[in-house]
């Protein structure tokens, strides 16, 4: 009895200890071993011990034309997909906002894109962008026009590589949005339809100002996820042809597992670190701004 | 409302519109892995062909492929299962005591790149010798479920009513007794969602069995990236795999879909 009530008075620390542990040496652990590599000079190719150099690894990054390339195409990337993600997602999720038959299917089919491997998917569309026997380009035959080199070329890589993102991420949008309209109070639609305003009135007063809030948040949390894509770029290009599709993530990874390049490859990571911390204080400021 | 003919056709072709191009390249899928070699390739795409099984026949005929799938079943039990025993209690405590520090903390598990994980993870497990062993992989995969776990939980617990824990402690069981024979039984749906979701991240995750598992240990995501790496792509094989890796989480989706809906959206709704 005595020792159920010692666990009892500590429950809120002893609760939450295992956890806490796991976190820590999982996680807080290896982030700030990251920090501390990224001021040393250590690649585990050259044989030579690890030595500080304090910010040097982040000037030589700096320095490099590669990151700065990696850097626009991560930003490139990111607001590309998630800005039509959200208009199209929100558009979508205002269209299925409504009762009909088969509502719950079509749900369904939302959610396979998100449950589905993003490994497998990457791979699935490489088979649809494939020049020479791709679904893809036998469409642009079919209506005459030019073929495409899809993720081959370099100039058309990004651009097919963030059409699979918007394919695979529209639906959480939509499925977000409608979260939210369900939630919407009818009161304002009420009095909106006693005094006759029209549907494109109450969609444009009512409906999008009240699901503000919870677009923003989605888009947020979507970016924080767009710039870490990994999955869908390592599978199908590598990074490549070139360099042309490398992300900040692809480029830490090559970096990292690659070259073995651990101390260029730390300060990679702080900086996205810093992106994602960015990103991340904007939800809990959009948040707390619609008290959320 | 009353909603004209008119209306309804044009709903139904939007709809289409919105259904067909998130279908298709499932479908694609699906009947390629049932084309012979000669059939994915052809030009212009067939849409009628001489189904064949060959390629599933191929796929599980091979040793390492089943070996890759009976990996993915046990890192991804494992992961879920350990993610509950350590995430529950710790998603209680965060309810009951209002605890939003290590709320934040765990969730930062989910915010941050993986990579800033992997890669001292590396050296450490190498030092251990746990490079290529189920331990290592089945932690960095904890580290996936358990941030899901705690989110999806500690909002599910904070909407039962305290006085569920308190009238037994009235009658003389401790908190963490009433935690375990009232509180749990009364979360299926929460541990429904949180267990499903929780699966299928561990399930589809790549970068942290590529980097941390070898011959032995490797699971599924590998078996298929590796396929790619042949010189000549054997398509039929690739898409059959991938309909294999996909089906146990389409299965879920479709089991739990109601689950599945509320834990992916309730980050942006409800905060």
Redesign the interface.
Known sequence: MIKSGFFEKRLRYLFPLPAVLFVLLLMVFPVVYTLFVSFSDWALTSGRPMKFVGLGSYLKVLREPRFIAALERTFFFTLGAVLIESVLGTGIAIILNRHFRGKNAVKFVLLLPLVATPVAIGIVWNLFYDPTIGFLNYVLNLFGLPQSGWVTASRTVLPSLMLVDIWQWTPMITLIVLAGLAGLSQEPYESARVDGASHFQILRLITLPLIMPTVLTALILRAIDALKTFDIIYAMTGGGPGYSSETINIMAFKYSFEYFDLGTASAILVFLFFLVLLFSLAVMKVRKQFEL | MKTTIGQRII?LV??LL??V???F??L??LL?SFKSQVD??????KFIFEVTLRNYLKVFGEQQFLRYLMNSSIVGISAVALSL???L??A???A??G?RK?MV??L??R??????????????FSRLGLMDSYTALI??H??IA?PVV?WVMSAYFETLPREMEESAMIDGA???RAFVSIILPLSTPGIVTATTLSF?FS??N??FSQ?LSMAKTRT??IA??N??SYAEVD?GG??A??VT??TP??I???IF?KY???G??M?????
């Open positions: 709903f939007v709809l919105i259904l191009p998130t279908i390249p499932f694609w899928m390629s994915i390739i052809a030009w212009p795409p025993l350590i995430g209690p710790a209680y405590s965060i009951r005591f605890q290590l903390l765990i930062v598990a915010l941050m790149p993986g990579i800033s994980f992997l890669m001292p993870w590396y050296i450490i932690l960095s904890m580290l358990l705690v401790t908190q963490q299928i399930w589809n790549f970068m980097v599924l995501p298929i990236y396929f790619m398509w690739v898409m795999s991938a890796i996909m989480a389409i879920l989706t479709m879909q599945v809906v509320k992916l959206t980050g942006a709704v409800k905060g």
